[in-house]
């Protein structure tokens, strides 16, 4: 049997809630390219064994929502950030969860390189907890002002019933250069994009290529 060649690209995924327990798309990655390293956030919805649960993250604030919300917002931060700077990745990946930290982390100036980010949750989580020292337009404003929608690929599934399809139109509105890869009858989940038309290696390998070649042009 012919060893599969994977894709010289070393990636960091940022996954989304449950994470640990939905391994899927890490191990397509890990599988399709040369390096995969996927920071855990300790991030559950329910799960108050994890030390970032929103539920066990709500008690130690005494129930205020905001403050919930921001605690697991930074915590995440951190641990990515962490993750950036000791695996100097190619490329960034994120889903849900993780593609809002994904969004985050471009806007704060940590990461710069090519990302793609599948239906980012950050402004649909923002509208929940409100917006106190994260803003969702500052978030577009000092994405914009770096010139690094340039670097940004959002890919979203049409029936997508946890972060609405829409969400991301609004993103790439507001983000200039950036591009929205809408996925047809994709879910949340967006497991039909881990096989041929619409494949996801293919998906984060022509927009690296894509960020390297205008990198090159502007270079010259």
Known sequence: ?????KIPIKLMFLHGLEGEMLKLKQKYLEKNFEKCVTPYMKISRWNILQQNSFPRVLIR?????????????QNCMNIQINGLNESNPDALVGISWGG??????????????????????????????GERDYKIQDIFDKINKQ???????????????????????????????????T???GSHYLNNIHSP????????????????TQENI???
């Open 147 to 181: 010139n690094l929608g340039r670097k940004l690929l959002i890919v979203h599934g049409d029936k997508d019933f946890t972060i609405p399809y829409t969400k991301s139109v609004e993103i790439v509105n507001k983000i200039q250069g950036s591009q929205l890869l």
């Open 197 to 212: 038309p619409i494949e996801l290696k293919q998906i984060i390998y022509d927009h690296y290529i894509k960020c390297k």
């Open 183 to 185: 996925i047809p009858n």
């Open 218 to 220: 502007q270079n010259q």
């Open 61 to 73: 604030n005494k129930f205020n929502l905001q403050n919930a919300g921001y605690e697991c917002i």
């Open 100 to 129: 809002g930290i994904g969004l985050l982390l471009l806007s704060q100036g940590y990461w710069q390189g090519p990302t793609v980010l599948m239906a980012p949750a950050i402004t649909r989580f923002l509208d929940v907890v």
């Open 1 to 5: 049997m012919q060893k599969q060649v």
